[in-house]
């Protein structure tokens, strides 16, 4: 069982809350969001399947978990950019792109998709709105606004939402290894 994925099912399984403001930090709980208004963080690959149906492409490629190379693998489900990680029957959301407008991402309150701004954003979660900083991606050259947000209270897993031009393109899900 892959690092992302043991993190992922732990994190779930304890989630209890929707998104917010807490006394330590603003979150995004991966327990009370749903892809396209059906399908959770975490499910099935039945679940999946049935609501976005056949993956664009499906690949299996050794993981890199800083000094070693992990040998078995799980394939991860692409529908265009949108990428889930599977491990048996079980299908774990990596990363959310709006690019296409397929997908939207919705938690108690609030949707996330490609016409949300920097400054919709910033309404629910004015802390970690402050803390964005640019990143410029050394192959397209182009400059964006990250924006961190743990996905619950004192863990270290947290959402990157990736900005441009002031419009949400993306969300990954990262954890560390």
Request: proline letters at 3%; charged letters at 25%; glycine letters at 4%.
């Amino acid at each position: 069982m892959t690092a992302f994925f043991t993190l992922a099912v732990a994190f779930a399984l304890t989630a209890v809350s929707g998104f917010g403001q807490t006394n330590k930090e603003e979150t995004i709980n991966i327990d009370s969001m749903l892809i396209s208004n059906n399908v959770p963080f975490l499910t099935t690959v039945k679940v999946l399947k049935d609501n976005l149906g056949k993956p664009d492409s499906i690949l299996s490629k050794p993981k890199n978990f800083g000094n070693y190379v992990e040998v078995a693998t799980d394939p991860i489900y692409f529908y265009g950019q949108t990428s889930f990680e599977i491990h048996n029957e079980t299908a774990v959301l990596q990363k959310i792109d709006f690019r296409n407008e397929q997908f939207k991402l919705n938690t108690t309150g609030l949707t996330l998709d490609s016409h949300t701004t920097l400054n919709d954003f910033r309404q629910f979660f004015p802390s970690s709105s402050d803390k964005s900083y640019d990143w410029t991606n050394p192959i397209d050259k182009k400059t964006y606004k990250l924006v961190r947000v743990q996905s619950k209270e004192n863990h270290i897993d947290q959402w990157v939402l990736k900005f441009y031009n002031d419009k949400l393109i993306e969300i990954e899900y990262r954890t560390a290894c």
